[in-house]
């Protein structure tokens, strides 16, 4: 069975950071785009950062440029978002997405494969 599953998140103080995993099982990661999306309460899905097959290439959405960093592992089948400089405004459930054709976008309809999501809540 294919899945992902998202870990790390949990509750931080603005300006901390933050570690999420997103881990697959029934399949390799190598061949796909990882995406990293976010919801908050009453808002859309929306992008936050993708990171292409090889590791080459990324893209961040413009709210968290500078702040966030995606890697990713394909020895450990794994991909991180380092979250670093929080604020309120960051606090969203985040979903780790796969996308089969490795096309490095942050649109969610181009994402075929998602985990169950991971809270994070930035306050004081």
């Known amino acids: 069975q294919l899945q992902l599953v998202e870990s790390g998140g949990g509750l931080v103080q603005p300006g901390g950071s933050l570690r999420l995993s997103c881990a697959a099982s029934?399949?390799?990661?190598?061949?796909?785009?990882i995406g990293w999306f976010r919801q908050a309460p009453g808002k859309e899905r929306e992008g936050v950062s993708c990171?292409?097959?090889?590791?080459?290439?990324?893209n961040y959405a413009d709210s968290v440029k500078g702040r966030f960093t995606i890697s990713r592992d394909n020895a450990k089948n794994t991909v991180y978002l380092e979250m670093n400089s929080l604020k309120p405004e960051d606090t969203a459930i985040y979903y780790c997405a796969a996308d089969e054709l490795d096309q490095l976008v942050l649109q969610v309809d181009r994402y075929v494969y998602w985990g169950q999501g991971t809270q994070v809540t930035v306050s004081s």
């Open positions: 990171i292409n097959s090889s590791g080459g290439s990324t």
């Open positions: 029934g399949f390799t990661l190598d061949y796909y785009t």
